[in-house]
């Protein structure tokens, strides 16, 4: 009788656990522009391990130039505590984070390794847009939120 119990409260907290939402908790905002490289502002975002930071999606959306014509673009919003203030770049960890230690994030971000954890709580990477060079040189940023 006390195997069926467990038994039987085992699968109903497995179901329950594989019920529950795995996916990024960092709201869906549409998100598709372009920037002009060529501006003085985005000048960074011509040369290895430039950035630069736009507006868009959740908290600001952080660019990163790994090579002259690959681009990786995240979405500035925490996934552990998604009210938190936006992350910033620290160069010399090469993360995004808060500057902030009394933060709720406590977490860094790897824009290297496609936006993941690199240390902290969180459990989600950060929320990545897709982007593209354009034939005019401007680098589009976008997401498919209407696609699905």
Same mark, same amino acid.
């Given at each position: 009788?006390?195997?069926?119990m467990?038994c039987?409260?085992?699968?109903s907290?497995m179901?329950?656990l594989?019920?529950q =939402?795995?996916e990024?908790?960092v709201?869906?905002?549409?998100?598709?522009?372009?920037?002009?490289l060529?501006?003085?502002?985005?000048?960074?975002?011509?040369?290895a391990?430039?950035?630069a930071?736009?507006?868009?999606g959740?908290r600001?959306?952080?660019?990163?130039?790994?090579? #002259?014509?690959e681009?990786?673009?995240?979405?500035?919003?925490?996934t552990f505590?998604?009210?938190?203030?936006?992350?910033?770049?620290?160069?010399k960890?090469?993360?995004?984070?808060?500057?902030d230690?009394?933060?709720?994030c406590? =977490?860094?971000f790897?824009?290297?390794l496609?936006?993941a954890?690199?240390?902290? #709580?969180a459990?989600?990477?950060?929320?990545?847009?897709q982007?593209?060079l354009?034939s005019?040189g401007q680098?589009?940023?976008?997401?498919?939120?209407?696609?699905?």
């Amino acid at each position: 009788m006390k195997v069926k119990m467990f038994c039987e409260l085992f699968f109903s907290v497995m179901f329950f656990l594989s019920c529950q =939402s795995s996916e990024n908790p960092v709201p869906q905002f549409a998100v598709d522009f372009c920037i002009p490289l060529n501006n003085a502002q985005y000048s960074a975002l011509q040369n290895a391990g430039g950035y630069a930071y736009v507006t868009g999606g959740v908290r600001g959306i952080f660019v990163y130039c790994l090579s #002259p014509g690959e681009y990786y673009a995240y979405d500035r919003c925490c996934t552990f505590n998604i009210t938190d203030s936006a992350l910033v770049y620290d160069t010399k960890k090469h993360c995004l984070m808060h500057r902030d230690t009394t933060t709720n994030c406590m =977490s860094q971000f790897s824009p290297l390794l496609q936006g993941a954890v690199a240390q902290g #709580p969180a459990q989600y990477p950060l929320k990545k847009y897709q982007t593209e060079l354009t034939s005019n040189g401007q680098l589009r940023i976008y997401n498919d939120i209407y696609a699905k």
